[in-house]
């Protein structure tokens, strides 16, 4: 690895921070004045400052709502990794676009410095990153799978594709946000974007999102689409979200093929809340099952998972032969 003189490295980092809008005056140990103590990432913009990642500003101030270009976002973001790029021409991010572009990430400013000045939305981000983690996904596909690694978590109570807000631009506070969850999930290098765009098959349904699971797709029920007997036995029991949270687990390991299912009973059942399974091979006895434990059956009608607190039914949740999922519990 090429050794860099000291004062040229920090020459360098100079450049690279104050393009970024940024005087470089560190604020790591003083608070911002335009940063509330209940500011959300008022902990993450701590971390980035004093990791050299983004500053703030000379007034003290950090705007952490002030929109961020993909030439800003991807000098953070090799900046975090891989340390300072030399500039190889005289625009001040062309060394970041060349290790960008060397590593086949969704970048469209290399060589067009009006592409690298627009202001990014949240869905370019989120097919940089996942490019760096060596996955090729783009679109709602590239949000998916942020959010089911735990690479993002949106901007509503549950995951999802409408919740992240891909067209929304992204902050500065935000783009910190990112950095941190990589590396809060153990990520220390940045990877080659594969040139084969990857397997959408390969990503996890979100909760309540429709998923392809063998040979047959579950779908939610909804009450104005069921027949009167069914439709009483939709949301007929209150919100539970304790049990809420295990079941949407408990149905990512659900999978068909042909008449048979087989099913995978999440580890951590709750505390206080005991599993069983009706409808294994058409029974309609309830079999008391354990976390962590794999049933495969045949499929006859449907099946239900139910959970209980003592002898009071707090949630189930009925997986019918055709797909259909009839949710017992009020859900969001």
Do not use: C
Request: proline share 4%; glycine share 10%.
């Amino acid at each position: 690895m090429k050794t860099k003189s000291k004062s040229k490295m920090y020459r360098k980092m100079i450049i690279g921070f104050t393009v970024l809008t940024v005087i470089a005056t560190s604020f790591a140990d003083s608070k911002f004045t335009d940063i509330p103590a209940n500011y959300w990432a008022q902990d993450t913009i701590s971390w980035g400052v004093e990791r050299n990642i983004i500053q703030g500003y000379q007034d003290n101030t950090f705007k952490p709502d002030q929109n961020v270009t993909e030439a800003e976002f991807i000098t953070m973001f090799i900046n975090a990794f891989e340390g300072v790029q030399e500039s190889t021409d005289t625009y001040w991010a062309s060394g970041y676009y060349e290790y960008a572009k060397n590593h086949n990430w969704a970048i469209k400013g290399y060589g067009n410095t009006k592409a690298a000045s627009t202001k990014i939305n949240r869905t370019r981000v989120a097919e940089i990153v996942t490019g760096a983690v060596g996955v090729n996904y783009s679109g709602d596909n590239a949000i998916r799978y942020m959010l089911t690694k735990g690479l993002a978590e949106g901007r509503g109570s549950t995951p999802s594709v409408s919740g992240y807000q891909g067209s929304s631009l992204l902050k500065r506070s935000e783009a910190v946000q990112f950095i941190k969850n990589l590396m809060d999930k153990g990520v220390t290098e940045v990877k080659e974007r594969p040139t084969k765009p990857s397997d959408p098959k390969d990503i996890p349904p979100l909760p309540g999102e429709n998923s392809s699971n063998g040979d047959v797709t579950l779908k939610e029920l909804k009450k104005t689409d069921a027949s009167p007997d069914v439709a009483r036995a939709i949301g007929y029991m209150p919100k539970d979200s304790i049990s809420e949270a295990y079941v949407k687990e408990y149905l990512k390991g659900v999978s068909f093929k042909g008449d048979m299912v087989t099913i995978t009973v999440p580890k951590n059942i709750p505390s206080g809340y005991r599993v069983s399974l009706s409808g294994v091979d058409g029974s309609a006895y309830n079999l008391p099952v354990v976390g962590g434990e794999t049933k495969t059956f045949k499929i006859n009608d449907g099946f239900t998972l139910f959970m209980f607190v003592g002898a009071k039914a707090k949630q189930s949740i009925t997986i019918m032969e055709n797909g259909d999922l009839i949710w017992g519990a009020k859900h969001s």
